[in-house]
């Protein structure tokens, strides 16, 4: 694949993002009693537009990858895509709670599309250089804060963007307890697999 065409291609799937998320948006706005605090409370919200600026930045230039720090953070973005994908495939796919989504086409676009095409990108395009073993680690800050946060928030606002970490919903806070340690150990094994498959065909030593 071209360069011209790879960058055209993320420009696409950024495009496609950024509709897929306004029209959640508005569609949420206009149909139920969703604010702009629930929306963006939603991970699956805030790792499609963390996909959208990453691919955006990747179409203005590619060569970021050659950056570490960048590469790292691209991986970040993979993994909690990947987990999107994954939690919606497994778990949410009768559920509508996800921040009071009802288009289909939207549903399909943030939680299939996006996270396929973004692993996909990943598998064939992975960084050029080599990702250390700490890049795990930082990988999982984000989803680890963003439990703590649901959790807190939670009982205060009387509402949890997804009903394996609602009590009423999952049995209790054991069954919250059993769910979240599950989530974050799938989180924990896509970076592995992530980190592994980029280092295959790295092209400079491993730093740890």
């Known amino acids: 694949m071209s360069e011209t065409t790879h960058r055209a291609l993320r420009l696409a799937l950024a495009s496609l993002l950024v509709a897929a998320l306004g029209a959640q948006l508005a569609i949420g706005l206009s149909r139920s009693d969703l604010t702009?605090?629930?929306?963006?409370?939603?991970?699956?919200?805030?790792?499609?537009?963390?996909?959208?600026?990453?691919?955006?930045?990747?179409?203005?230039?590619?060569?970021?990858?050659?950056?570490?720090?960048?590469?790292?953070?691209?991986?970040?973005?993979?993994?909690?895509?990947?987990?999107?994908?994954?939690?919606?495939?497994?778990?949410?796919?009768?559920?509508?709670?996800?921040?009071?989504?009802?288009?289909?086409?939207?549903?399909?676009?943030?939680?299939?599309?996006?996270?396929?095409?973004i692993a996909l990108d990943w598998m064939m395009h992975p960084p050029p250089i080599a990702l250390p073993g700490r890049a795990i680690g930082y990988w999982l800050i984000f989803p680890a804060a963003y439990l703590f946060y649901t959790l807190v928030r939670g009982p205060m606002a009387d509402w949890y963007p997804?009903?394996?970490?609602?009590?009423?919903?999952?049995?209790?806070?054991?069954?919250?307890?059993?769910?979240?340690?599950?989530?974050?150990s799938v989180f924990?094994?896509?970076?592995?697999?992530?980190?592994?498959?980029?280092?295959?065909s790295r092209v400079e030593p491993v730093v740890a």
């Open 36 to 117: 702009l605090t629930l929306f963006f409370s939603s991970f699956t919200v805030l790792s499609n537009m963390a996909a959208v600026v990453m691919l955006a930045m990747l179409v203005g230039r590619p060569g970021r990858d050659g950056s570490r720090g960048f590469a790292m953070w691209r991986g970040a973005v993979t993994v909690y895509m990947t987990v999107t994908g994954l939690g919606y495939a497994l778990i949410l796919t009768q559920s509508a709670v996800d921040v009071g989504l009802t288009e289909p086409w939207v549903d399909w676009c943030l939680h299939v599309i996006g996270p396929i095409t």
């Open 162 to 184: 997804y009903p394996i970490l609602d009590p009423s919903e999952a049995g209790g806070y054991g069954a919250v307890a059993l769910w979240s340690g599950v989530v974050l």
């Open 188 to 200: 924990l094994g896509s970076g592995i697999l992530y980190r592994w498959w980029s280092n295959h």
